[in-house]
């Protein structure tokens, strides 16, 4: 089974909008990470978030961590076609297991 | 590119056999994780290793089995093929177990 649920599970936004992705997970963590996946092939790591930071920013990425919730977001500004991908949260935590979400389906329109 | 390198990237084989797949880590790696990714799910940690020692397995039956080599390339075997091992495969290395893990392009095993 997953420890992370992304939700929604997929979104469609036009060009330009703003994209929030949601991560619930279960069981204490030592960071979590957010990384996006093109059809079929490898994952790609886009930011890494420790259980002692609460918010992160790369480039249009910002992330945040709520440990008493046990959630993060992933939020991609002025989005582009480019983006269009799934993207995946990952929890590690102290027993060196890395836990993948079910991902989010993300369409950017034209 | 990563630098992690999988072989072969496709892969068909039946029900009950074996099968061998290989992952090079990029350098300076010392630990390498397998995950499963059945269609449209995440990813499922199968093992990690690190220094050649397992550090850490999810919830797959012993007939998942790997290595680590001395050069920290690192092998999946799975014993007894079924049907619902059929998914993409993916190997991914980090330089510690928490760090970042860079991922090769995936190996996809058909069973039939």
């Known amino acids: 089974s997953q420890q992370g649920e992304e939700d929604p599970q997929a979104l469609s936004i036009q060009e330009g909008e703003n994209a929030t992705m949601n991560c619930s997970y279960k069981t204490s963590i030592n960071n979590l990470q957010w990384y996006r996946q093109n059809s079929g092939r490898g994952l790609v790591h886009l930011i890494l978030?420790?259980?002692?930071?609460r918010e992160k920013h790369s480039g249009r990425l910002r992330v945040t961590l709520d440990t008493s919730k046990k959630s993060s977001s992933l939020l991609i500004t002025a989005s582009r076609a480019a983006d269009t991908a799934s993207y995946f949260c990952?929890?590690?935590?102290?027993?060196?297991?890395?836990?993948f979400g079910s991902g989010t389906r993300l369409s950017i329109r034209p | 590119e990563t630098g992690v390198t999988q072989s072969p990237t496709h892969l068909i084989k039946t029900r009950g056999q074996q099968v061998t797949l290989r992952c090079s880590s990029q350098s300076g790696h010392n630990t390498v994780s397998w995950y499963q990714q059945a269609l449209g799910q995440g990813p499922q940690f199968i093992f990690q290793?690190?220094?050649?020692?397992?550090?850490g397995r999810g919830n797959f039956p012993p007939r998942f089995s790997g290595l680590q080599f001395p050069n920290y390339s690192s092998e999946l075997n799975v014993n007894a093929l079924e049907l619902d091992d059929s998914a993409l495969y993916l190997c991914?290395?980090?330089?510690?177990?928490?760090?970042?893990?860079?991922f090769g392009a995936g190996t996809r095993l058909s069973v039939l």
């Open positions: 991914a290395s980090s330089s510690t177990s928490e760090d970042i893990q860079y």
């Open positions: 990952a929890t590690v935590s102290s027993a060196s297991k890395i836990i």
């Open positions: 978030i420790r259980s002692n930071e």
């Open positions: 290793y690190y220094r050649e020692e397992e550090n």
